[in-house]
Each structure stands twice: as structure tokens, then as C-alpha cells.
């Protein structure tokens, strides 16, 4: 057992960069030429640095034009393509190693600022595309080091720093490139692939929400509209007796007491494809269980349900909130179990005075020990060949226990996840539940109902 994927995973394995704004790249533009300019200045008429300074201001003058053609002939809102994006970056590269030829090459304090654009592709962009900038930058810094306008005083003397100093600076800022340049990349993967879980999960709730409201609807309309329909066919019956000597009209109220009857089977027949009990904001522990476990009941596997209460709670089992989001969760859970179970699922349920413990257990090979620590993050990759095979359709996402997960967690419930056994041992010294084990929690009060009595009149369903 390793993870359940509820579908085809509505977003591409390759894709999920963010498409880079032209308008944040020229603010960010603006900012640099700001700077620029103001070091520039500062280093030349307070320093006494002698700048080549119309060539200085010439080069800052390129990405000013450049700013004011792009704000000029795209709309503010243009989101630039993987390859534009690259483009503009790689000016950006280009232009600031330049001003550094121009301004003493590593000797220049500025120097490190050659990562930023970097960061930016490892942040927004695909890794090939960063991977080019990266080196780029190594590239273009190393020529900027080697090749370079020696900075001078205004009475002659050279600005300059021992060369084991300024390999050191140099190494800096290639580290620098590669360590921020990964890390950016990395943390901006997670926060993407989090984005993504989080909408799945919302739209599994929201899909969940509307069976739910759709049973609702079916079980409202079969229980209000029951008594009409009996009373119906009670006086469509009494006219069939009454109208023996008139068969025409016999014939009429036989009709009206058989599309009575029809109703009624129709009623009935969508109260139970909507789960006719669905109308109810709450019910019995062992109901809301076997209604999440009920699509996987007949899929070849037995799923064992046992409930008992631990010392000091109650011998009647509790009656708790029938949340969509907690039969989506557990239904989840018991779907995994099921696909990687070798015969057999236990769906245990203990209470006591504080919690409530359910328990998804399987006797199937359990989760991979190194992924035990990740079960719950969203879109894990890694799996095993074996588990692969013995679920083809199986993608490893790992999206469909973080929905669980999320879904569980939001009704108030705290997860853990375990093997039954230790995967060493042989098929004969195995337990029989020697699977993957779920334990979910729940302090009483965020899931048992408490008693209101009479539920009063159905009332229609929120929108």
C-alpha cells in the first residue's frame, strides 16, 4: 500500500512554473536602474573613483530605453512566454557583467547582485531555463574577473585587492548562484506543488459537497412528498371499488393509482442512488463508516468493521456529524487500504470519555520505509516497482492521502500513519494485519453530535 490517486491529476506533471509579468520585471528594472545610478554617482563625485562614466551611464541608458520600449508596446498585464522571459533576464545578465567590466570586475561590492537574476528564473521558471541563466552568470562573472577596467583614484593609485581575496570572491558568488539558485527553485516547487494540492483538495470537498446536497434534495423530496402519494393511492383505490359499473372511469383511477405507485418507486430508487439518509446532519459512528467504505465493499476484498468502546466510555456507540468532508477523507483512506490489501481491510472504531480512534489497517506490504516520513505531502513521486505493478493505473502523487489528510485535519482530527509489521520478517512470522495502518483521532467534542432531540423540519439547502 502507498498512496491513492482518485483520478487523473488535473495538473501536468511538467508544468506548474508561473508565467513571469512583464510589469514585475520592470519594477523590478526600475529598481536596479535606480541603484545603479545612484552608486554610479556617489562613487564617482563623492569617492573620487575615476568611472568611465558616459560609457556607465550609457549602459544604465540601455536598460532605461529598454524598460520604456517594453512598457510602451506590451500591455501592463502581458505575461511573458518560458522563452521571453529568458530573453529579458538574459539582458538584465548582460547588462549588469558590462557596468561591472566597466567598474573594476570583482573589485566592484555590487558584484554578488549578478545573482538576482538567477533567483528570479529559479523562483518562476522551468529548471532548463534557470540552468542556462546559472551558467551565464558563472560565465559571465569569470570574464568580468578576468577582464575588467581597473578602478583608480583622482591622485593615480589603483584600487585593488590580493588575488586569493578576490578568488574567494569569485567562489563566493558562483556558490552564491548554485546554493540560492536551488534553494529558490526548491522552495518555489513546494509552495506550487501545495498551491495545486490545496485547489485539488478544495475541489474534492466542493464535489462532496454537492452529492451531499444532492441526496439531500432526493431524501427531502421522498420523505415530504410520501404522504401525498399515500393518500393518492388510498382514494384512487376507494374509487376503483366505487366505480365497478363504470368501467371508463375505473380505468382513469386504476391509472392515477399505478403513476402513484410509479412515483413512489422513483422516489425510492433515487433515495437510495443519493443515499436516501444523507439529509441528516448526523448519525451513528458505525453508519457514517460503512457509508464511506460502501464503493469499495464489492471490489473482491473483505473490510471488517469493529466497534467497541475503551474504558470509561459508553457501551452505545456515539452519533457524530455526518460532514462530507470526513466521508470524503475516510472514503480515501478505506480506497487505499483496499487497493493495496492482499485479501483483507479492518476498519476499526474505539471511544472513550475524551477521543474517538478509527483505525484503517490492511494486510498488504505497507508503506515504503522511505517514504514513511512524507506520507501526507502532497505529489511524492518516489514508488516502488512491485506496488506499481500491482496497480497500474497508479500514478504516486501522493495526492489523494494529502486530500484525506487535509480533509480529516479539518474536522478537527489529528493523523498518523505506520506499518503493521517490520518488513524483514517472513510471510509465516507475519501478523495478519501486517499492512499499512491510519490511525485518525478525534477529541469527542469536535465530532460527536450532541442530542438536540427532534431534528424539526427539513429546511432548504444553503447555496
Same mark, same amino acid.
Given at each position: 500500500?502507498?498512496?491513492?490517486?482518485?483520478?487523473?491529476?488535473?495538473?501536468?506533471?511538467?508544468?506548474?512554473?508561473?508565467?513571469?509579468?512583464?510589469?514585475?520585471?520592470?519594477?523590478?528594472?526600475?529598481?536596479?536602474?535606480?541603484?545603479?545610478?545612484?552608486?554610479?554617482?556617489?562613487?564617482?563625485?563623492?569617492?573620487?573613483?575615476?568611472?568611465?562614466? %558616459? #560609457?556607465?551611464?550609457? &549602459? *544604465?541608458?540601455?536598460?532605461?530605453?529598454?524598460? @520604456?520600449? $517594453?512598457?510602451?508596446?506590451?500591455? +501592463?498585464?502581458?505575461?511573458?512566454s518560458e522563452m521571453e522571459a529568458m530573453v529579458v533576464l538574459l539582458f538584465d545578465l548582460a547588462q549588469l557583467s558590462f557596468l561591472l567590466y566597466l567598474?573594476?570586475?570583482?573589485?566592484?561590492?555590487?558584484?554578488?547582485?549578478?545573482?538576482?537574476?538567477?533567483?528570479?528564473?529559479?523562483?518562476?521558471?522551468?529548471?532548463?531555463?534557470?540552468?542556462?541563466?546559472?551558467?551565464?552568470?558563472?560565465?559571465?562573472?569569470?570574464?568580468?574577473a578576468i577582464f575588467n577596467f581597473p578602478l583608480h583614484f583622482a591622485d593615480g593609485s589603483m584600487l585593488s585587492v590580493p588575488r586569493l581575496l578576490e578568488? %574567494? #570572491?569569485?567562489?563566493? &558568488? *558562483?556558490?552564491?548562484?548554485?546554493?540560492?539558485? @536551488?534553494? $529558490?527553485?526548491?522552495?518555489?516547487? +513546494?509552495?506550487?506543488?501545495?498551491?495545486?494540492?490545496?485547489?485539488?483538495?478544495?475541489?474534492?470537498?466542493?464535489?462532496?459537497?454537492?452529492?451531499?446536497?444532492?441526496?439531500?434534495?432526493?431524501?427531502?423530496?421522498?420523505?415530504?412528498?410520501?404522504?401525498?402519494?399515500?393518500?393518492?393511492?388510498?382514494?384512487?383505490?376507494?374509487?376503483?371499488?366505487?366505480?365497478?359499473?363504470?368501467?371508463?372511469?375505473?380505468?382513469?383511477?386504476?391509472?392515477?393509482?399505478?403513476?402513484?405507485?410509479?412515483?413512489?418507486?422513483?422516489?425510492?430508487?433515487?433515495?437510495?442512488?443519493?443515499?436516501?439518509?444523507?439529509?441528516?446532519?448526523?448519525?451513528?459512528?458505525?453508519? *457514517?463508516?460503512?457509508?464511506?467504505?460502501?464503493?469499495?465493499?464489492?471490489?473482491?476484498?473483505?473490510?471488517?468493521?469493529?466497534?467497541?468502546?475503551?474504558?470509561?466510555?459508553?457501551?452505545?456507540?456515539?452519533?457524530?456529524?455526518?460532514?462530507?468532508?470526513?466521508?470524503?477523507?475516510?472514503?480515501?483512506?478505506?480506497?487505499?487500504?483496499?487497493?493495496?490489501?492482499?485479501?483483507?481491510?479492518?476498519?476499526?472504531?474505539?471511544?472513550?470519555?475524551?477521543?474517538?480512534?478509527?483505525?484503517?489497517?490492511?494486510?498488504?506490504?505497507?508503506?515504503?520505509?522511505?517514504?514513511?516520513?512524507?506520507?501526507?505531502?502532497?505529489?511524492?513521486?518516489?514508488?516502488?516497482?512491485?506496488?506499481?505493478?500491482?496497480?497500474?493505473?497508479?500514478?504516486?502523487?501522493?495526492?489523494?492521502?494529502?486530500?484525506?489528510?487535509?480533509?480529516?485535519?479539518?474536522?478537527?482530527?489529528?493523523?498518523?500513519?505506520?506499518?503493521?509489521?517490520?518488513?524483514?520478517?517472513?510471510?509465516?512470522?507475519?501478523?495478519?494485519?501486517?499492512?499499512?495502518?491510519?490511525?485518525?483521532?478525534?477529541?469527542?467534542?469536535?465530532?460527536?453530535?450532541?442530542?438536540?432531540?427532534?431534528?424539526?423540519?427539513?429546511?432548504?439547502?444553503?447555496?
Amino acid at each position: 500500500m502507498i498512496f491513492i490517486e482518485p483520478g487523473p491529476s488535473p495538473f501536468p506533471r511538467d508544468v506548474g512554473r508561473n508565467q513571469l509579468r512583464l510589469r514585475t520585471l520592470i519594477l523590478l528594472r526600475w529598481m536596479a536602474i535606480a541603484g545603479q545610478l545612484a552608486a554610479i554617482t556617489i562613487a564617482y563625485f563623492y569617492f573620487d573613483l575615476m568611472l568611465p562614466l %558616459g #560609457l556607465c551611464y550609457l &549602459v *544604465v541608458g540601455a536598460s532605461v530605453i529598454a524598460n @520604456l520600449v $517594453s512598457a510602451t508596446i506590451f500591455p +501592463e498585464n502581458r505575461r511573458l512566454s518560458e522563452m521571453e522571459a529568458m530573453v529579458v533576464l538574459l539582458f538584465d545578465l548582460a547588462q549588469l557583467s558590462f557596468l561591472l567590466y566597466l567598474t573594476g570586475g570583482l573589485t566592484n561590492p555590487f558584484a554578488s547582485l549578478i545573482i538576482a537574476p538567477v533567483i528570479i528564473s529559479a523562483s518562476a521558471l522551468r529548471v532548463r531555463t534557470t540552468v542556462v541563466l546559472g551558467f551565464m552568470a558563472i560565465w559571465l562573472i569569470s570574464l568580468a574577473a578576468i577582464f575588467n577596467f581597473p578602478l583608480h583614484f583622482a591622485d593615480g593609485s589603483m584600487l585593488s585587492v590580493p588575488r586569493l581575496l578576490e578568488f %574567494g #570572491l569569485w567562489l563566493s &558568488v *558562483v556558490i552564491g548562484i548554485l546554493f540560492l539558485g @536551488l534553494y $529558490s527553485h526548491r522552495v518555489s516547487s +513546494e509552495i506550487q506543488s501545495m498551491s495545486d494540492a490545496l485547489l485539488a483538495t478544495q475541489m474534492a470537498l466542493a464535489r462532496e459537497q454537492k452529492l451531499t446536497d444532492l441526496g439531500g434534495v432526493v431524501a427531502a423530496a421522498a420523505h415530504e412528498l410520501g404522504t401525498p402519494l399515500a393518500t393518492i393511492k388510498l382514494v384512487s383505490a376507494e374509487l376503483i371499488e366505487e366505480l365497478a359499473d363504470s368501467p371508463e372511469l375505473r380505468d382513469d383511477a386504476q391509472l392515477i393509482k399505478d403513476q402513484a405507485d410509479r412515483c413512489r418507486d422513483i422516489l425510492r430508487s433515487m433515495g437510495r442512488a443519493g443515499k436516501s439518509d444523507l439529509h441528516l446532519q448526523r448519525a451513528p459512528l458505525e453508519t *457514517v463508516l460503512r457509508e464511506a467504505a460502501e464503493p469499495h465493499l464489492d471490489r473482491g476484498k473483505s473490510v471488517i468493521f469493529k466497534l467497541q468502546p475503551l474504558q470509561g466510555g459508553t457501551d452505545q456507540q456515539p452519533t457524530i456529524f455526518r460532514k462530507p468532508e470526513l466521508i470524503h477523507g475516510m472514503r480515501n483512506l478505506i480506497q487505499n487500504a483496499v487497493d493495496f490489501s492482499q485479501s483483507r481491510v479492518w476498519v476499526d472504531a474505539e471511544w472513550g470519555p475524551e477521543v474517538l480512534t478509527v483505525r484503517v489497517v490492511d494486510d498488504g506490504e505497507g508503506y515504503p520505509s522511505h517514504i514513511l516520513g512524507r506520507i501526507g505531502d502532497p505529489f511524492v513521486t518516489k514508488r516502488n516497482a512491485p506496488r506499481q505493478n500491482q496497480r497500474p493505473e497508479y500514478e504516486g502523487m501522493g495526492l489523494g492521502l494529502f486530500i484525506a489528510k487535509t480533509l480529516l485535519e479539518r474536522s478537527g482530527a489529528e493523523l498518523s500513519f505506520a506499518n503493521g509489521t517490520d518488513p524483514f520478517l517472513t510471510s509465516s512470522e507475519k501478523p495478519d494485519r501486517c499492512g499499512a495502518i491510519v490511525e485518525v483521532i478525534w477529541p469527542l467534542e469536535k465530532i460527536v453530535a450532541p442530542d438536540q432531540g427532534s431534528l424539526g423540519e427539513n429546511l432548504p439547502i444553503a447555496h
